[in-house]
C-alpha cells in the first residue's frame, strides 16, 4: 500500500520529449527575478498589504476576547456597540484591501506572464534552423504555454505567499507568547515534525510534476504531429495509429498526474493529524491553566483561535516548498529554452554591404556535416555564381543541394571552407542584411496566415499598392487574384490550403518578385506541381529570374537547359559542371539522368530541345 502511494510515474518510455537540465531554485530567482524587477514597486505595495491583512485577523481574533471576557462573561452589555462597530469596519476594511490584494496581485503576475512568454518567443526565432530540425514543435508550445505559466506561480505569487505566511507566523507565534508563553511553548513543539514531512514530500512531488511536465509536452508533440499531416493520415487509414500513439502519451499523463495526486493528497491530511494532536495537547495543558486560574476562559479560546490562524501559514509554507520544487520542474523546461544558442553567430562587428550589390556568390572548397550526425553531406564544393547569371544545381536525391541554399542563407555555417557574397565572407556580414538580398521560391511554398496581399508583402513590406499589383502580374497571379471574393484582401487559410498548388507557387514568385532582391534561390519550385501548372509558372519565374544571380535546384529541363552553368552533385561533390550540351557530351551522370527521363532521345551533342513539360526524376 504504501509502495503504491509512493510509486514514481511511469517514464515516457518513447521519448517524444527531451528532459531538461535539473536546476537548482536558487538558479530559478537568479534567472527570472530580473524579469519581475520592473513590478518590484507594485509587489511591494502586494506586500504591504499582505502585513496588513493579518494585523486586521490578529485585531478582529483579540475583540473576540474582549468580548468574552467584558462583555459575556460579566454579562455587561455596555461595550457590546463598540464592539460590534469595531468588528464591521474590520470588516469592511479587510474586505477592500482583499480586493485591492487580489487583483494587484494578478495584475503582476499577468503582466510578468506576458512580459516573459513573448521573451521566450523572440528568443525561439533568434534560434537557428538546426534547432527547430531537431526540437518536436509540439513540445516547444507546450513549454511556451504551460511551463511559462508555472513560473510565475514560483517567482512571484510563490514570494508574496512565502512573504504571508512568515508575517502570519511571526505575528500570531508573537501573540500566543504574549497569552501565554507555556501554551505557547507547547504549540510549537509540533513545528519541526512539519518540516521533516514537507521536506519528504518535496523531492516525491518535484518528480512527479516532471514527469507530468513533461507528458504535456508529449501529448502537444503527438497531436501537432498528427493533426499538421491530416491528409496523409487519411489517406494511409492511419487514424487507428495515431489514435493509439495519442492514446498513449494521455494515458501517461493521467498516470503521471495521478501519482502527483496521490502524493500531494497525502500530505494534507498527514498535516491534520498533526494538527489535531497539537490541539489536544494544548487543550490539556490550558485546562490545566484555567482550573489553575492562570489563564480566563476568552483567553484560552482566543489562544486556540490565534493557533488555529498560525497553523495554516505553517501548512502553506509547508506546501509551499511542494509548490516551490513543481514549479522548478517547469522552470528547467524553460531555462533549457533560453539558453540555446543560435548555431549561425551574428558577427560582433559586420562588415557593411554595398546599398546595390552586385550578387557575385563564390563557393570555396565547403564542406559540411549537420550537427550531432557522423557524415559529411557535402565534401569540396566550389563553383561560383556570376550576377546575372543562372547556375543550376542537380544531383539524385540526398546529394546535398537543399543543404547548399541552406548554406546560402546562413542557416547553417559550414564546417569547412566559406561562401563570399561580393567578395565578403558570409559570416562577416549582419544577418538580416544578407537575408535582405535574397529572395526564395521553394519546393512546398510557404505561406502566412493573412491575406494575399500580406504574403506577397512579406517580401517587402514598405512597398505600394501599385507595386503589390505590379508584382503580382509578373507573377501571372493578378488574374486568379482578382476572381477570388476578396481580391487582394482574401485569407489564404493556414498555410494557404486554400489556394492550389500552383496559385501558391505563384503568390510566393509575387513575393520574390516584390522583395527585387539581387540573389534569387529556387529549391524545386516546379518539383510539387503537375505539368500544366509547372508550365504555368515557367513564364513568370524566367521574369524572376531576369538580371539576377540565380541559383536553381530544379528537375524540371527548361530551366535547367537555360542555365549558363549546371553543377552535378554526386553524394555531396561535384562530379560534373558546364552546360547542359557539355554534360550531355560528357555522357556521365547528368547524362544518364537525362536518359532516364527521356529515354526516346539519343543523348550526345547537338542537343534537340526539351519538351516544355520535360522533367527529370529525381
Ligand atoms: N536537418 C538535417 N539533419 C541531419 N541530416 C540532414 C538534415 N537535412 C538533410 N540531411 C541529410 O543531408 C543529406 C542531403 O540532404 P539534402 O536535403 O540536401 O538533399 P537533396 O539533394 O536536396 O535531396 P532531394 O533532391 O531529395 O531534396 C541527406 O542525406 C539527408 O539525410
Known sequence: MVSWLFRPAERDTEGLVERAPTVRVREVFRRFWPDARQYRGWLLVSLVLVLVSPLLDAAAIWLF???????????????????????????????????????????????????????????????????????????????LTGDVAAIESLVLSGVAQTFASVVKVLLFAGVLFYLDWLLALVSLVGAPLFWVVAKFF???????????????GSI?????????????????????AEVDRFTRQSRGNVSAALTSVRVGALFSPLVDLLEVVGVMAILGVGIYELSADRISLGGLLVFLVYLSQLYTPVRNLGQLSNTVFAASASAERIIDLLDQRPLVQNPAHPIPLPRRITGR??????????????????????????????????GASGAG??????????????????????????????????RANIAIVLQETLLLDGTIAD?????????????????????????????????????????????????????AIARAMIRDAPILLLDEPTTSLDAEAAQRILAPLRRLMAGRTTIVISHNLLTVRDAQQIIYLDRGTITEAGTHDELLANNNGYAHLYRLHHPERPVGPPETPARPDGHMPS
Open 220 to 240: 502537444s508533440t503527438v497531436a501537432e504531429e498528427s493533426l499538421g499531416n491530416a491528409p496523409l493520415i487519411q489517406a494511409y487509414g492511419r487514424e487507428q
Open 401 to 434: 543541394k537543399s543543404t547548399l541554399t541552406k548554406l546560402l542563407l546562413r542557416f547553417y555555417d559550414p564546417t569547412h571552407g566559406r561562401i563570399l557574397l561580393d567578395g565578403i565572407d558570409l559570416r562577416a556580414v549582419d544577418l538580416d542584411a544578407l
Open 202 to 216: 518535496a523531492r516525491r512531488i518535484r518528480e512527479a510534476s516532471r514527469e507530468v511536465r513533461g507528458r504535456s
Open 361 to 394: 556568390l563564390e563557393v570555396d572548397r565547403i564542406g559540411f556535416r549537420y550537427p550531432d550526425t557522423a557524415a559529411d553531406v557535402l565534401r569540396g564544393v566550389s563553383f561560383c555564381a556570376l550576377p546575372g547569371q543562372t547556375t543550376a544545381v542537380v
Open 455 to 507: 504574403n506577397i508583402l512579406a517580401g517587402r513590406s514598405d512597398a505600394t499598392r501599385e507595386q503589390l499589383v505590379e508584382a503580382a502580374e509578373a507573377a501571372d497571379a493578378h488574374e486568379f487574384i482578382q476572381q477570388l471574393p476578396e481580391g487582394y484582401d482574401t485569407r489564404v487559410g493556414q498555410r494557404g490550403r486554400l489556394l492550389s498548388g500552383g496559385q501558391r507557387q505563384r503568390i
Open 65 to 143: 476576547k474582549v468580548l468574552i471576557d467584558d462583555v459575556l462573561a460579566p454579562r455587561n452589555f455596555s461595550l457590546f456597540p463598540a464592539i460590534a462597530v469595531a468588528y464591521a469596519l474590520i470588516t469592511l476594511v479587510a474586505g477592500a484591501l482583499d480586493f485591492c490584494g487580489q487583483y494587484l496581485a494578478t495584475w503582476i503576475g499577468e503582466n510578468f506572464l506576458n512580459k516573459l512568454r513573448t521573451k521566450v518567443f523572440a528568443h525561439l526565432h533568434t534560434l537557428s534552423i538546426g534547432f527547430f530540425d531537431r526540437r518536436r514543435i509540439g513540445d516547444t508550445l507546450s513549454r
